[in-house]
Nanobody, 117 residues
């Protein structure tokens, strides 16, 4: 059984920062890509950031240099450092991990990020 556990969400004022973490555990031994998605009420889930096993990153257009994704392969963890948060960033943030063999996507339960004054 595989578990992805996110942490680090919370309430932050506009302009503030948060760091999200996601830890993968269980029977997952061949992690390829890792990433973060988000879903706001009434909207579709969208990619925030992704990172390959080799460290190549990609970001959603809305990120505009404000977020940084990183990973620790030995610890099976992925991080999302977020700066300059605004109310439009309010959403449930999900961790996503792709295991290469077998080819399976895993999702976490999500961590809430709320940006409000």
């Amino acid at each position: 059984q595989v578990q992805l556990v996110e942490s680090g969400g919370g309430l932050v004022q506009p302009g503030g920062s948060l760091r999200l973490s996601c830890a993968a555990s269980g029977s997952i031994f061949d992690i390829n890509a890792m990433g973060w998605y988000r879903q706001a009420p009434g909207k579709e889930r969208e990619l925030v950031a992704g990172i390959t096993r080799g460290g190549v990153t990609n970001y959603g257009d809305f990120v505009k240099g404000r977020f940084t994704i990183s990973r620790d392969n030995a610890k099976k963890m992925v991080y999302l450092q977020m700066h300059s948060l605004n109310p439009e960033d309010t959403a449930l943030y999900y961790c996503n991990v792709l295991n290469r063999i077998p080819f399976i996507y895993y999702w976490g339960q999500g961590t809430q990020v709320t940006v409000s004054s």
